[in-house]
């Protein structure tokens, strides 16, 4: 069985590295859309591409040759510099469809008035520096519709442009906007994508001349996963030496040492294979935290092992301790279906992993340690001698000794300044400060979208969405007008609804009218009449044209801003409107309301995303308060006794509480993950309370219990103290939490347990 699940770990399990997985899903469509776009959505496929290190002369041509192959690439579906043929393409996808587009299109436009006004427009752009392009398309085009939109697409913060393609303000870095066909979350394909987008620098430039960087969230997760792998490799193996120089140190044998890691072994096993197996993906920060197995699951042998009497075999002790063990298990358990029930990816691999390793440990430590544990283990254990000190506070006045501790930590807590709970995503994500400044100054140097506060329209489908969008535009512009707000995208901009474009056709006189028109409008100006049979002919094919869709825009510029802000969902369509320079959000959050349009709404994403993880935060205090309880239930039903479970399990509550109060008055705020690791606290220090429970019960098994504790927290200690110097938050914060909330535990456990006796040997 052993070896069919190590040849399922190795040949099936693969590991993600998608950080969303420990974040909320979203209680609202609001909230839903939030997560959609940060894990799927278009603007996660967009990748910055910076070259530098040559003259601007040479990063022109070799951005020229990365664009070329990286448009042609099945990775990517787009690829822009801002060349003069790559817009000229653009260009003549809006000349071939402007009618549909421009919003100039109106019945006044085809009035001989109309059409004799914008012929003198377009005689005054002849003598203009916009000439060359007038003088392109003045037969299709005498009402300048396309270089119009043209104009009204171009940012008003566009990148400088050198020798023809796109640089940063200075001058010095050659920039290039890309899009993958893969979404962010399929790091897999996101990988593939960066070979590719490295492959085709190193064939645009063999001579190695100039230096490649990018950035997108997809790319960065790639990046993120091996550092996560990186560091989950290196903790498990620092965790893996202190552990084993512990039980060294307290068997001095072999065999043992090496009984011990079999449950550890065989834990990490079954919960990875039980996660895989029963969710179908492992999240490399579920693997990373794993290593803790490697604590929690020595726990149960060296308990066995530090028990046997100087003359008692292995199965004679574990005989005599079954009832003890088997609570050790199921406690802990008992936290990890609590973290099942909080209804989240990441944390219910964490669950799932615990509760499948736990239970496997244990099972290996009844069926497997006990048998093969050498028999005269009692005798060869290093004897221990302790001395303890009468002790001759009451336990009343030890419980008020710990109230005043708790009173002087909550003063602490409450002198601090800034909240206790810390709800902001940006401090829990794995990505290193160095990767986030890159991408940040790429994308100010490309002006991609990096929107923070915003406008969502949803929709059942796109028509619905394009058609409020519409609607929505006149607030902004008011908005715009009156300084609320600097600019905004509208996806309506790019892609009109059908009932707009229909309008816009029907709007198109027929061929022998516009004809008409036109040789009136023509007169008293420089203009000959059959210099316009080409718009004449445009016109009458646009009367009958197809409706533009997301298909058709698909390749194009206007096809990468239209899918950045487009998006679906299980709840429908939906647009998001990125806002820039928002100057004041309550009066234009006002202005949205007022509009009553259905499904648009003000969305502020740092305050939703705050928003969304307060109300998980809620759901895992509830799940921790139902672990404590069930933990309670199966100690009282254990033991039989609902008072010795209430006596075990107090000194642990103490415990937890006074970790939290530490943490934060160390100035730490405290997140989700800190909740998860009390949870975690709560089962390991009910194990060394029922330890200490039953030396109470027994006094003179006193001193076995303290060579208990030390072995057992020993090593749980290495392995969390392992996690808490880690760089990912949220190892991190299981760490130190649980480190905090053992040695607080073990140091309450003794005060409220120490006895009077003034010697005791093992």
């Not at 936290?335 to 209804?343: K, R, T």
């Not at 200490?692 to 290495?718: D, H, I, K, Y």
Request: charged residues 20%; aromatic residues 4%.
């Amino acid at each position: 069985m052993v070896a069919g699940l190590v040849v399922y770990a190795l040949t099936r399990v693969q590991v993600t590295a998608d950080f969303g997985a420990f974040l909320p899903s979203g209680a609202t469509p609001v909230q839903r859309v939030l997560v959609h776009e940060l894990r799927d959505g278009a603007v996660g496929r967009l990748v910055l591409i910076e070259l530098s290190g040559a003259p601007a002369q040479r990063l022109a041509e070799v951005s020229r040759t990365l664009r070329d192959r990286l448009a042609t690439d099945p990775a990517f579906a787009y690829a822009a510099n801002g060349d003069a043929s790559q817009s000229a393409r653009d260009f003549a996808f809006i000349v071939a469809h402007r009618y549909a587009l421009s919003p100039g299109v109106t019945s006044e436009r085809w009035t001989v008035a109309g059409l004799h006004r914008a012929l003198e427009e377009q005689l005054d752009a002849l003598y203009s520096l916009a000439a060359p392009l007038v003088q392109q398309t003045l037969a299709r085009d005498p009402t300048g519709e396309a270089l119009a939109i043209a104009r009204s697409l171009v940012p008003r913060d566009a990148p400088r442009s050198v020798n023809g393609v796109w640089f940063d303000r200075e001058g010095r870095d050659a920039l290039l906007l890309a899009a993958t066909r893969a979404p962010a979350s399929d790091l897999a394909a996101q990988a593939r994508a960066a070979d590719a987008l490295r492959a085709a620098h190193e064939a645009a430039d063999p001579s190695h001349a100039t230096r490649l960087a990018f950035s997108s969230p997809g790319m960065l997760a790639v990046a993120t996963r091996e550092i996560i792998a990186r560091e989950a490799a290196l903790l498990t193996i620092v965790s893996v030496t202190l552990i084993l120089a512990v039980l060294v140190f307290a068997y001095r044998r072999a065999l043992p040492v090496v009984l011990c890691a079999v449950p550890a072994a065989a834990g990490l096993l079954a919960g990875v294979c039980a996660v895989y197996a029963g969710l179908g993906h492992l999240n490399a920060i579920t693997l990373a935290f794993g290593a803790t197995l490697l604590g929690e699951a020595v726990d149960y042998p060296s308990f066995l092992f530090t028990q046997i009497a100087h003359d008692e075999t292995p199965r004679a002790a574990r005989a005599r301790l079954a009832r003890v063990l088997a609570l050790a298990v199921l406690t802990t358990a008992c936290g990890a279906v609590a973290l099942i029930a909080s209804g989240v990816s990441g944390l219910l691999e964490l669950g799932v992993l615990t509760l499948a390793g736990i239970l496997a440990a244990g099972l290996v430590t009844w069926f497997v340690v006990a048998d093969w544990a050498p028999r005269d283990l009692g005798r060869t254990l290093p004897t221990l001698r302790v001395n303890v000190p009468e002790l001759r506070i009451s336990p009343a006045r030890r419980v008020v000794a710990l109230a005043v501790l708790a009173g002087v930590v909550l003063a602490v807590d409450v002198a601090r300044s800034g909240p206790a709970f810390d709800d902001d995503p940006a401090h829990l994500s794995p990505l290193p400060a160095s990767l986030a400044e890159r991408d940040r100054a790429m994308r100010s140097a490309l002006h991609a979208p990096d929107v923070r506060a915003l406008v969502l329209v949803r929709g059942n489908d796109d028509e619905a969405v394009l058609r409020r969008a519409e609607a929505l535009r006149p607030a902004l512009v008011a908005a715009v007008a009156a300084k609320e707000v600097g600019g905004f995208e509208l996806v309506s901009d790019v892609l009109p609804s059908r009932a707009t474009q229909a309008k816009r056709r029907l709007a198109l006189p027929d061929p022998a009218t516009l004809q008409t028109r036109l040789a009136e409008a023509v007169a008293g100006t420089p203009f000959r009449l059959d210099a316009f049979a080409p718009f004449i002919a445009d016109v009458a094919a646009a009367r009958t044209a197809a409706p533009l869709t997301p298909d058709t825009l698909a390749g194009t510029a206007l096809g990468v801003r239209a899918s950045a802000l487009l998006g679906h969902d299980a709840d429908g369509a939906y647009a998001v409107v990125p806002l820039r320079d928002v100057m004041n959000e309550r009066a234009l959050a006002q202005r949205v309301a007022a509009l009553d349009v259905p499904g648009v709404s003000w969305l502020d994403l740092r305050t939703e995303s705050e928003a969304m993880l307060r109300t998980y935060r809620h759901r895992i205090l509830l799940a921790v308060a139902a672990g404590i309880v069930l933990i309670a239930l199966v100690l009282a039903v254990g033991i039989r006794s609902t008072g010795r479970a209430l006596r075990i399990v107090a000194p642990v509550l103490a415990g937890v509480l006074l970790a939290a109060g530490i943490l934060v008055a160390a100035g730490a705020s405290i997140t989700i993950f800190h909740l998860v690791g009390m949870l975690l606290v709560v089962g390991i220090g009910v194990n060394y309370a029922l330890f200490a429970e039953r030396a109470r019960v027994a006094p003179q098994e006193f001193a076995r219990m303290l060579r208990t504790l030390a072995v057992t927290s020993g090593t749980t200690l290495c392995a969390f103290v392992t996690l808490a110097m880690s760089s990912i938050p949220v190892l991190h914060a299981l760490g130190t939490t649980v480190v905090t909330g053992v040695v607080a535990c073990l140091a309450l456990i003794a005060w409220l347990e120490l006895p009077t006796r003034r010697e005791a040997r093992a």
